[in-house]
């Protein structure tokens, strides 16, 4: 079975550029969350969906970044207009809710901002 | 306080030796709990779930779970260098109602040939 499917994996922008991230879940899991990884902040947790509602969106940073899911096999991240401190690894990760919370992440895509 | 605390290691152990991972959490109310390895430069993969306390066992891994004192752990035995990874504890707060993960910042493991 594919696993979660994230592009592209590497992007390099310029200030002030939109960034547009994409996932594909695991088929069949009603669950995606985005999160974001940087050395000096770990692990944090973006946004998340459930059967394509945004749920929890407590962890976006600030109005530049949005996120939606228009049907169960695909969901974008975007950051406009972007910053260099947004620069990080952006992991995207999927579960299904009678596997109790059990999260399967994406590659990642690593994001650099100039 | 950090609600999911783990030592930043790096923890360093012999090939063959056990090596033993640490967690702690805040919230009380929390059922799920997940050890993921995170290799330098990849994402991170799920080796272990418990949800009740004792210890669960798969292969050279054993997570063990106590939930009166709120930790978690993650035992690996004969380590081999190619476990030499980050290894990072996810707990679900339920407190908050949400089905999100709460991650440690990890534990950096070198296994020693």
């Known amino acids: 079975d594919a696993g979660v499917i994230q592009s592209p994996r590497h992007e390099v922008t310029e200030m002030g550029q939109e960034v547009t991230l994409r996932c594909k879940p695991i088929?069949?899991?009603?669950?995606l969350f985005w999160y974001r990884q940087t050395m000096m902040r770990g692990l944090e947790l973006l946004i998340y969906?459930?059967?394509?509602?945004?749920?929890?969106d407590s962890g976006m940073p600030e109005d530049r970044f949005s996120a939606k899911m228009p049907n169960a096999s695909f969901s974008t991240l975007k950051i406009q207009p972007s910053e260099p401190r947004d620069s990080a690894v952006y992991f995207c990760?999927?579960?299904?809710?009678?596997?109790?919370?059990?999260?399967?992440f994406g590659p990642g895509t690593r994001l650099t901002v100039t | 306080q950090k609600e999911v605390e783990q030592n930043s290691g790096p923890l360093s152990v012999p090939e063959g030796a056990i090596a033993s991972l640490n967690c702690t959490y805040s919230?009380?109310?929390?059922?799920?709990f997940f050890w993921y390895r995170q290799y330098s430069g990849k994402s991170p993969e799920l080796i272990m779930s418990?949800?009740?306390?004792g210890d669960k066992e798969d292969g050279r891994f054993t997570a063990q779970l106590n939930k009166a004192s709120q930790y978690v752990s993650l035992l690996i035995r004969d380590s081999q260098p190619s476990d030499s990874a980050t290894y990072l504890c996810?707990?679900?707060?339920?407190?908050?109602?949400?089905?999100?993960?709460?991650f440690g910042s990890g534990t950096r493991l070198q296994v020693q040939p």
């Open positions: 990760a999927s579960s299904f809710r009678q596997s109790r919370d059990e999260q399967y």
């Open positions: 088929s069949g899991h009603n669950s």
């Open positions: 969906f459930n059967n394509n509602v945004p749920i929890d």
């Open positions: 919230d009380r109310g929390s059922q799920s």
């Open positions: 418990i949800y009740s306390n």
């Open positions: 996810a707990v679900n707060m339920r407190d908050t109602g949400r089905r999100a993960l709460t």
